[in-house]
Each structure stands twice: as structure tokens, then as C-alpha cells.
């Protein structure tokens, strides 16, 4: 069962993601609380594909972009790795099983509150107790390791068969700079027909495995301006000419009226 906080101002967000309870979790910030736990590949096949098929058409999507995507990169030993391919096609777009996940909670709280204009969410995750005690159903004596996509061929066994009720956290061994730059790790699941947090709900553990922060629109404005002087931006989660672009949305929100600050400094 997932469990539920709900904060009423931006100081209790961080005395609570900031506590012994959260630590060592992984965090996602999501811009509309109602929305679930799931990947960006499963909204898209739940649109437009048979589910019949959703194994079949995410294998191809793999196998298209692996043999295009050697035109635009200078090192393209990414295409040889499967989980470096997918976390490659995630952050420039593609729909896949990965969930966007980092080890920061401001940052999660960054990416909910960016673009929301209502009731926003970060989910958090026991990753502690995904390494090293939780159990997935059918799987009592399985480790983390075990069911690690970096080794063999276990993402294909695991994963893109969509078979099993596994979920797996972490990254690829060779990260990209957006990851390191966000702080960022993946959760892979082992079936996209079903929520993430439904697969963990179903997990052989005593304690919390999952927790949603329920973060209302009112501390919207305190939130991100504690954000922008940590800065946390676009600019610096995403260090390319990107996210430069992208963080001029917030520049348009941001003011140094009544500050003593020189306006033109950042």
C-alpha cells in the first residue's frame, strides 16, 4: 500500500523528505497528483496500440532507433548497451518503460511544480529495500542483483518481455551528463500493462516500499523560489543549450523587484 503524506507548507516538505524516514529513497516529482505511476511508454501504447502488440512495437521502437541514432552521436557505444540505449532515447524524447527517478528530493519537487497549475505529487521510493530485502511475487530468493538489467541478457529476459512483476532501480553503469547533472536513476518495470505502484504494492516487505507527498498548488511560488536559489533550474538539470531555453519559462515568473540583487546578474 502506498502511503500518503500531505504537506501544507514548503518547510514541511523538507522536514520531511529532509528526515531519517526518506533517507537513501529515490524521488519523481509529477506536475498532477491524479496522474499514476507509470511510464512514458505505457501512456503512449494505452493511446494508440492493441495491447496485444505492446511487446512487439516497443522492441521495434528499440531497433529503429538504434539504427538511426548512430547519424547524431559522435560516440555511439550507447547503441550497443541496451539499458544506455533506452535511457538515451528517454531523455531526448522517446517513450520508454524507464520512470525518470533521482536520488534528490528538491529535484523531484522541481520537475512536480515547474508546469503544475493544480495538486501536484512526488512519489518516493524505498530503494534501500528494493536492494536488498523486498521480494517480488514469484520470486522469494531472487536479489537485486539477480534480476539486474546491466548483466547478460537480463533486460530482455526480465523487462521487454513484459512478463514479470519485477522493478528495478538504478542506472546504467556508464551514465550520460543529464543523469549525473539531475542526480538520476531509473525504475525499469517488469510489465507496463500495470502501474508501478501496483507492482510494488504486491512486493514481500514489512515496512513502506512507496510514498506519495501530496504537494498543493498554494506553495507553489515559495517552493520554486527556494528552488531557483538553490539553483535548481532547467539550465542546470539539463546542461545543454536546451535547458537553457527551457529555464527561460521560469525567468518569466522569477523578479528582483525590491531586491537589492543586480536584475541582470543571472
Known amino acids: 500500500m502506498t502511503k500518503v503524506y500531505e504537506v501544507t507548507s514548503w518547510q ?3 522536514t520531511l523528505v529532509e528526515s531519517e524516514e526518506l533517507r537513501g529513497w529515490a524521488f ?16 503512449r501504447l494505452k493511446q494508440f496500440v492493441p495491447q496485444a502488440r ?10 529503429v532507433f538504434k539504427r538511426k541514432a548512430h547519424y547524431f552521436l559522435h560516440d555511439t557505444s ?5 539499458f544506455r540505449c533506452l535511457a538515451l532515447m528517454q531523455h531526448h524524447g522517446a517513450p520508454t518503460r524507464l520512470l525518470d527517478f533521482t536520488k534528490s528530493p528538491y529535484v523531484a519537487s522541481y520537475f512536480a511544480l515547474h508546469s503544475s497549475t493544480t495538486t501536484a505529487a512526488v512519489y518516493a521510493v524505498n530503494t534501500p529495500a528494493l536492494w536488498h530485502e523486498a521480494k517480488p511475487p514469484g ?10 538489467p546491466r548483466n547478460h541478457d537480463l533486460l530482455h529476459r526480465y523487462y521487454l518481455s513484459n512478463q514479470y512483476p519485477v522493478v528495478w532501480p538504478g542506472e546504467p553503469w556508464s551514465m550520460d551528463r543529464r543523469i549525473v547533472a539531475q542526480a538520476g536513476t531509473f525504475m525499469i518495470p517488469g510489465k507496463i500493462d500495470v502501474s508501478v505502484a501496483e507492482l510494488l504494492t504486491n512486493y514481500d516487505y514489512n515496512g513502506t516500499i512507496l510514498a506519495k507527498i501530496i504537494i498543493p498548488n498554494e ?3 515559495e517552493a520554486m523560489e527556494a528552488l531557483y536559489r538553490m539553483n535548481i533550474s ?4 539539463f546542461p545543454d543549450l536546451d ?15 525590491g531586491s537589492s540583487a543586480n536584475p541582470d546578474s543571472n
Open 139 to 148: 520470486f522469494p530468493e531472487q536479489t537485486r542483483d539477480a534480476i539486474d
Open 28 to 43: 519523481r516529482g509529477q506536475c498532477d497528483a491524479t496522474w499514476d505511476l507509470e511510464s512514458s511508454l505505457t501512456r
Open 12 to 14: 514541511e516538505f523538507l
Open 234 to 237: 532547467h539550465a542546470t538539470l
Open 219 to 221: 506553495i507553489r511560488s
Open 243 to 257: 535547458g537553457l531555453a527551457r529555464s527561460i519559462s521560469y525567468e518569466l515568473e522569477a523578479s528582483w523587484v
Open 54 to 63: 505492446w511487446a512487439e512495437q516497443e522492441g521495434r521502437a528499440i531497433r
Open 78 to 82: 550507447a547503441l550497443n548497451d541496451d
